[in-house]
């Protein structure tokens, strides 16, 4: 059987993203940084304006950190972020 996840390593590789995301920004996030973001999370705040706990992060954070790396990136690179 195959298998359906991979670990991360927590090397983002570049050459695999878009050009303007390559050429950008002074601040990039990695699944390191991510993962100390979500660390720091107040387990007694409320939910964020996306609605998801604090609780649901922290749970499920190590399969989420490559994912919310990329698309931190790209809020950074396209300078937009999602009308919640």
């Known amino acids: 059987m195959q298998q359906m996840f991979t670990m991360d390593n927590g090397v983002i590789d570049?050459?695999?993203?878009?050009?303007?995301?390559?050429?950008?920004?002074?601040?990039?996030?990695?699944s390191a940084t991510v993962s100390k973001r979500i660390k720091q999370l107040n387990?007694?705040?409320?939910?964020?304006?996306?609605?998801i706990s604090v609780k649901f992060y922290?749970?499920?954070?190590?399969?989420?950190?490559?994912?919310?790396?990329?698309?931190f990136n790209m809020f950074v690179q396209t300078e937009e972020l999602p009308e919640v």
Do not use: M
């Open 58 to 71: 922290k749970a499920t954070a190590l399969p989420l950190l490559f994912p919310l790396s990329i698309i």
């Open 43 to 51: 387990h007694n705040g409320c939910p964020r304006p996306d609605n």
């Open 14 to 30: 570049i050459s695999r993203l878009p050009i303007r995301i390559r050429s950008t920004a002074s601040y990039f996030f990695t």
